[in-house]
């Protein structure tokens, strides 16, 4: 199987709906369909979750 390592900027694209979104949103059907593996490392989820927590993302992700 095909590991696919995601990246801050996958994430981001995603989950903020910037310009992007299609790409990242395919990555992320093809994972959860078992099509490809994926992976991130822990600075990865750690620089999502900060960047995440500031109020301008925040607020994009909550509207």
Do not use: P, Y
């Not at 709906?17 to 093809?30: F, H, K, M």
């Not at 992976?39 to 994009?60: N, V």
Request: net charge negative; aromatic share 6%.
């Amino acid at each position: 199987m095909k590991k696919v390592f995601l990246d801050t900027n996958i994430l981001l694209d995603f989950i903020t709906e910037r310009e992007g979104v299609e790409e990242a949103s395919s990555i992320l059907q093809l994972g959860e369909e078992g099509q490809i593996g994926l992976t991130t490392s822990f600075l990865t989820m750690a620089m999502w979750h900060m960047l995440l927590a500031k109020d301008g993302i925040k607020q994009t992700c909550t509207n």
